[in-house]
């Protein structure tokens, strides 16, 4: 029995760009891309009315909110796979196994975590700023769009931190998207399934492809925050 | 914000243009991880996807599973291995034309030193026997799969009810087990295509039972029933089948090595 580790050679493999690698990290940054876009578009109203807000049941929707943040992937997976089978609600769209099932999925994964740093930054700001901007002579709209501008370094954090909940994860992706070689397999769905047939090596260098995306990402959102 | 919006509809319209601008049709079908890890589909299916400008989606999950997702009409046709679930199936009107594809065999792996004498039985009941009464460790898939269902089918004949902390249910893939019994020097029963896929590198577990009619272990392609599930692509998958169980798909099947031991067999051999 040879080492299962030869981690040298899988990396190798994958550096010389095998084109089901290449369809991977495509399908995992495309779909996490989508599902961060559509979860910042819901998370960041939600935090931004949390923040400012001061209105009865508001702690309750903040603990909520905390406690969807510990919702497990596969959860969300079997609730969404519920609704899209052929059986579900929302089965004739036929959406089940496409990557547009694990963008919904992992929009719902990644709405959460954006809420809640969108709020912490939010709560954390200088509260004259909406009340100056309004007497400034801003409408609400206005004024939250100046208060989002403060915050910005704030909303980027929660984009980044949802961005890596949603890449990193794998029960949405493979309940929803099924590994479907060429279509919905992703970084992590391949993952899985390399170490499934004993392919440690190959899915641990699958791994640190994912991270080296993970960092290009980051490199490029540090770029935006210094601008 | 409104610049903001309309780049957001252009983007998730783009997204949906990859499988917009592929006119191919697509045929779904769920089956096992043995199947799928085995290779074979790789060579099997691309001369079909080519002759009809298909595309044939594969989603790899136990037969329990493979055949839910036939139920739910989630998929268009199912490729499985566990004859009394498949006939089910059948029975129930989920599906329609079950045909013999192929098949392969089960084979008992423990430790080569064989602590519990399963090489000196005569069946694969009494193997099982052996290894409960001497309480090794056994791996058990425990996830409804067709291995699963034959190791239950197994432990019946061999009239025992597996307990206690010899019996290890993972409830994973045949993979994950046989590494699982490899890490606790224990049995599990497997596919012979698995085992021949991982005995050269990742396992040292050796076979200390095989052959026996009981240890047969055959597939089964079955259409998707269409007036059950009126969206699925019966003609397609139809086709398909004909092709599987025909002279091109079947000489495929008898004639796929792996470091030159054929996985699979045709009835004709």
């Known amino acids: ?227 | 914000m409104k610049s903001l919006a309309s780049a957001l509809v252009i983007f998730l319209t783009l997204l949906t243009l990859p499988s917009a601008a592929t006119a191919e049709a697509r045929l779904r079908m769920s089956t096992t991880t043995s199947t799928e890890n085995s290779g074979l589909l790789r060579i099997l299916l691309p001369p079909f996807e080519r002759r009809h400008d298909c595309r044939i989606e594969v989603i790899a999950v136990g037969t329990g599973k493979a055949l839910k997702l036939g139920e739910a009409g989630d998929v268009d046709l199912v490729m499985v291995h566990a004859r009394p679930l498949e006939d089910q199936f059948v029975a129930a009107g989920f599906g329609v034309e079950r045909r013999d594809l192929m098949y392969n065999d089960f084979v008992l792996l423990g430790p080569a030193a064989d602590p519990a004498g399963a090489r000196q039985a005569a069946t694969a009941a009494e193997a099982l026997a052996r290894i409960a009464r001497a309480q090794l460790p056994f791996v058990s898939r425990g996830d409804e799969s067709g291995t699963h269902q034959k190791e239950k089918e197994l432990w019946q004949a061999a009239g025992q009810r597996p307990d206690g902390r010899w019996y290890v249910e993972a409830g994973q893939g045949m993979g994950e087990v046989i590494i699982m019994a490899t890490q606790k020097q224990g049995y599990a029963l497997a596919d012979r295509g698995t085992y021949h896929a991982f005995k050269q590198s990742k396992t040292d577990l050796q076979i200390v039972f095989e052959r026996g009619a009981e240890l047969r272990n055959p597939y089964g392609v079955i259409a998707v029933n269409p007036r059950r599930h009126p969206h699925v692509n019966y003609p397609l998958a139809m086709k398909f089948i004909d092709y599987l169980v025909g002279e091109e798909g079947q000489r495929i099947i008898a004639d796929y090595r792996i470091n030159g031991e054929p996985l699979f067999f045709i009835d004709g051999n």
């Open chain 1, 1 to 227: 029995m040879d080492s299962p580790f030869s981690l040298h050679a899988a990396l190798a493999l994958i550096v010389a760009g095998d084109p089901d690698v290449v369809q991977a990290v495509w399908t995992s940054l495309y779909t996490s891309g989508a599902a961060i876009l559509l979860g910042s578009l819901a998370g960041i109203p939600v935090g931004v009315s949390l923040g400012l807000g001061r209105f009865a049941g508001r702690r309750l929707a903040v603990t909520l909110l905390n406690t969807l943040m510990a919702m497990p992937t596969v959860v969300v997976g079997l609730l969404i796979y519920g609704l899209l089978s052929r059986q579900g609600l929302f089965g004739p769209l036929g959406l089940l196994f496409t990557p547009l099932a694990m963008i919904i999925g992992q929009t719902v994964l990644a709405a959460p975590i954006v809420a809640n740093y969108t709020l912490a930054a939010v709560a954390g700001a200088d509260p004259r700023i909406l009340p100056t901007a309004m007497t400034l002579g801003a409408g609400r709209l206005h004024g939250a769009w100046r208060l989002l501008l403060e915050v910005r370094f704030g909303l980027l954090a929660a984009v980044v931190a949802g961005f890596g909940r949603v890449i990193a994860e794998v029960g949405v992706a493979m309940m929803l998207g099924g590994n479907i070689r060429g279509t919905t397999r992703t970084m992590t769905t391949a993952i899985a399934l390399e170490t499934s047939k004993g392919e440690f090596a190959f899915g641990l260098a699958l791994g640190l492809v994912l991270l080296a995306v993970a960092l290009v990402v980051n490199l490029f959102l540090n770029l935006l925050q210094h601008r």
